[in-house]
């Protein structure tokens, strides 16, 4: 809508949205970085298209200094130039009505490479002992602002012409090829070629010094990754994915890889894991380089997991972009789902699918709170987009679009996704646009069945019980804390019934229905005792599953006797966990289906056996203080047999998966602490830090050894503690730094636990790993983290103010409490010290505090627990 005549610039302040009137059509930028006083200045010429009677141009800008003499549009100047700090918005006024069709907006502009990991900033780097610096854009979800003024919304896509003035001896790279450059003394001129049409979010700029290796795709794109000099090797594993992710994901959706090139490159300092920008994606080094020798199984994985989404998006984001960012998850729910997919067919060994679960268990814990949020959620300010860059938007979102394939068949789903990116290439679309060609391609109802996954939060459990012949079915909003909400779902219901070839398949439309006919075959195995029936077969649905007694029964012989699918065997325990967690069923329920799992030798369940192992051990501490240590036997009696027939060492003939569950079985083991394995990891220990090349420790087997050190820590025995320091300060591996900070603050002595948090503020903790020093925080030690965290939340916000970090320091923290008393007393200190960037996070915090001391009351009340437990002990 055009503004009336005697409009103000005021009336755009506040609006969720800039005004349609005027669209920019291609950006011309110059850029020219000074990395020593890390400052910039630019210039912008912007083909802006007017489309109805107005006297404004209102744009995007901040933190930059506009110089307002340069300002022209189409040779007017403005009479009138507003800043809208809060908004983050420009006004243009111009003292008459602007002409229709296409104009030429130009200004000049300066600003600083921040310390904030947004925008145009800096990362630090070592050259030759040297510290340098190097230039860094970042600017999903709002911050192309900070470098340049622009129409900074998703669908506002252009075409970009970039200049770069950079010192001659450094690498600069943006989105599309060199087209030329000239070198004039210190200085070199790069004009690059013009992009395609795209998002001011998606252009990049990453200028220092690199080393880099090379490859190409089967159409001929030049594929490179840059690395810190001398590490290029480094960054082979990644090319290799990123060359077969391009040539599988141009097959999958029918459709050739856009530009001529793609560069993905490796960023000291970096917020998010990783980011899609077009042609260029920037990474953590974590996150993209790999090494044989001093990268554990884990790290190996996670490189190509990254890589794979990252480039799932050149299709799914950046060619076609969600139109505004309600509907993110667009983006990542199906980068997410396809990662999978794609390292699925390369590393068929991995049984990424099954790993995939973990994905889903995160989004169903975040999701059981009142406090979660719609897959889709309304975004009314840029301010409001950094928090729900979450477990929902990519976990759960990549969950229903499993759930959806796999009710439509791989097939129909595949081709219609290929039409799909077809016909809204370099152009913007909402989820009901997708949900359309999905319902025209497969005739199914689409678009009724998915809205209720995407447009309410939360999901249903599904309880299910047996009636002669008939499993009737009933579905409740499924609510952590032990309430039932309102919700209702399209539910596509499988059920396997005594095996998983035959299965049943039905969509729940209302509250409760019926599942009619056991088969014959069922009947016969009824009466020999060996009757089992599972429904979300494979764990393809996105609900919970709640049997009656009887059911359950069959369903704990069916896991003893190995009926179930790995999948399956997940589903199952982790369902019966969150039930005990909402006070649905016992903890000493929980307990006996955890022994049914005492033969277990597949990573990813153990994985899953583990994490809610560690959710008793952890609650059991306040909960029942009296048999916390007999809990943590039991589980220690659990996990020792798969993890002593591993051992420490590695053999030659071991996969992948075995190297994953020998780290993930020795971490646990220490944490419950089993001290024979504390033992062998300090021994372990003081041989390496005498000798950092012994092969008695390599590095999927070192983070438990470095816990078993911190285990024995105090301030009056601190030597463990300053030689881990000394292996931090020595190491040049990311992995390897990442693995001691982990576990410096994994302390019950208080004085240890503050010298851990306080290296966060110094130099030797780059901002993005504070939440590794965090996460290491264990209950011992959650006093004194309250304490600090209260101290220090001044230095905390100015230091991590521009980013979604400083949601860590509220996630780590706060949810280790279990008392009302500590909730207020959290509430209160919070009460005046909220900003939108982390108010989600401390409200799902603080629902958590509230869910485990509901969790703690229903446990103390349960008859028979200590029984149960030793009962147990004894058996295993």
């Known amino acids: 809508m055009a503004p009336s005549p005697a409009a103000t610039a005021d009336q755009f302040r506040g609006q969720a949205r800039l005004p349609q009137f005027a669209a920019p059509r291609r950006y011309e930028l110059r850029l020219r970085p000074d990395l020593v006083a890390c400052t910039f200045s630019g210039a912008a010429s912007v083909r802006v298209d007017v489309s109805a009677p107005t006297r404004f141009l209102v744009l995007n800008a901040a933190d930059l200094a506009v110089d307002r003499a340069s300002i022209r549009f189409q040779g007017l100047a403005p009479t009138e ?306 928090a729900i860059f979450d477990a929902i938007s990519y976990d759960k979102g990549a969950s229903v679009i499993r759930m959806l394939q796999s009710y439509l068949g791989a097939e129909r789903f595949q081709k219609a996704l290929a039409s799909y990116i077809k016909k809204y290439a370099y152009s913007n679309a909402k989820t009901e646009d997708l949900w359309a060609v999905l319902e025209e391609e497969s005739g199914e109802p689409v678009k009724d069945l998915m809205t209720t996954w995407t447009k309410q939060q939360g999901y249903p459990v599904i309880s299910a019980k047996l009636k002669g012949h008939d499993v009737e079915v009933e579905q409740d909003q499924f609510l952590l804390d032990g309430s039932t909400g309102s919700g209702m779902w399209i539910v596509p219901i499988t059920l396997g019934c005594c095996s998983h070839d035959t299965q049943k398949r039905f969509l729940l439309k209302h509250k409760n229905d019926k599942i009619k006919g056991i088969d014959s075959q069922c009947d016969d195995q009824q009466k020999d005792g060996n009757f089992w029936i599972k429904l979300n077969i494979d ?83 306040d909960a029942t203080p009296d048999i916390a240590a007999d809990i943590k036997q039991l589980f220690i009696k659990l996990l020792l047999p798969p993890s002593e027939k591993l051992g420490w060492d590695p053999k030659d003939s071991e996969s992948h998966l075995d190297a994953m569950l020998r780290q993930l079985l020795l971490i646990a083991l220490v944490k419950l602490g089993h001290d024979k394995t504390i033992n062998e990891g300090v021994r372990r220990f003081l041989i390496f830090f005498d000798d950092r090349s012994t092969s008695l420790l390599p590095p999927d087997t070192r983070k438990a050894a470095y816990l078993s050190v911190m285990h024995n820590v105090s301030i009056t025995n601190k030597s463990g503690y300053d030689a881990l320091l000394q292996i931090y300060r020595e190491s040049a591996e990311v992995e390897e730094k990442l693995h001691v900070l982990g576990t410096l603050s994994s302390c019950q002595d208080r004085d240890i636990v503050l010298e851990s948090l306080n290296l966060i503020f110094t130099d030797e903790v780059r901002n993005q790993d504070a939440s590794r020093v965090l996460r290491g925080i264990i209950i011992e030690g959650r006093e004194t983290a309250w304490s600090w965290l209260k101290e220090n939340w001044d230095r905390i916000s100015e230091t991590f103010s521009a980013s979604s970090l400083i949601s860590d320091f509220v996630k780590s923290i706060v949810p280790l409490f279990t008392s009302k008393e500590k909730e207020a007393e959290i509430s209160q200190f919070f009460a005046t010290r909220t900003k939108p960037g982390f108010e989600r996070a401390l409200k799902q915090s603080l629902e958590n505090v509230r869910i485990s001391a509901r969790w703690i009351e229903g446990i103390r009340g349960e008859p028979g627990l200590a029984q149960t437990v030793h009962e147990l002990i004894n058996k295993l």
């Open 81 to 386: 130039v507003t800043l809208f700090d809060e908004d983050e918005i420009l006004v243009l006024e111009f003292d008459g009505e602007l002409p229709h069709g296409e104009g030429v907006l130009t200004m000049n502009f300066n600003g600083t490479l921040n310390d904030q990991m947004r925008g145009f900033y800096r990362s630090k780097y070592e050259y030759k002992g040297e510290t340098k610096n190097m230039a860094v854009t970042q600017f999903e979800a709002v911050d192309a602002r900070r470098c340049f003024p622009c129409w900074d919304e998703p669908a506002f896509k252009a075409k970009f012409k970039l200049t770069l003035e950079v010192p001659s001896e450094l690498v600069a790279l943006s989105n599309m090829p060199v087209a030329n450059e000239t070198i004039a003394g210190p200085i070199k001129t790069i004009h690059y070629e013009e992009s395609p049409l795209m998002s001011t979010y998606l252009v990049a700029i990453v200028v220092g010094l690199f080393d880099y290796v090379e490859g190409v795709t089967s159409e001929g794109n030049k594929v490179r990754v840059y690395t810190q000099v001398g590490k290029s090797n480094q960054g082979k594993f990644a090319l290799d994915v990123g060359v077969k992710s391009l040539n599988f994901y141009k097959e999958y959706f029918d459709t050739p890889y856009p530009l001529p090139k793609l560069d993905m490159v490796a960023i000291p300092d970096f917020a998010a894991g990783a980011m899609e920008n077009y042609g260029l994606v920037t990474y953590r080094e974590v996150s993209l380089l790999f090494d044989e020798k001093s990268s554990s199984a884990s790290t190996k994985q996670n490189v190509a997991i990254t890589v794979a989404h990252e480039l799932a998006h050149q299709w799914f984001g950046n060619l076609v972009t969600m139109e505004w960012w309600t509907h993110l998850w667009l983006n990542e729910g199906f980068a997410t789902w396809m990662s999978h997919l794609a390292v699925d067919s390369f590393f068929p060994q991995w049984n990424i699918w099954t790993q995939f679960l973990e994905d889903t268990t995160s989004a169903l814990k975040l999701d059981s709170l009142s406090e979660s949020h719609p897959i889709e959620v309304e975004i009314h300010h840029a301010n409001e987009v950094d």
């Open 539 to 621: 764990e393809t649905g996105f609900y919970r599953v709640r049997y009656d007694d009887e059911l359950t029964a069959a369903l704990q012989n069916a896991l003893q006797a190995k009926k179930l699918s790995l999948m399956d065997e997940i589903g199952v325990v982790e369902d019966a966990h969150a039930l005990s967690i909402s006070c649905k069923q016992t903890l000493s329920s929980l307990l006996h289906l955890l022994y049914a799992y005492r033969e277990e030798s597949d990573y990813s369940v153990l994985s899953h056996i583990n994490y809610v192992s560690s959710s008793v051990a952890e609650i059991s501490v």
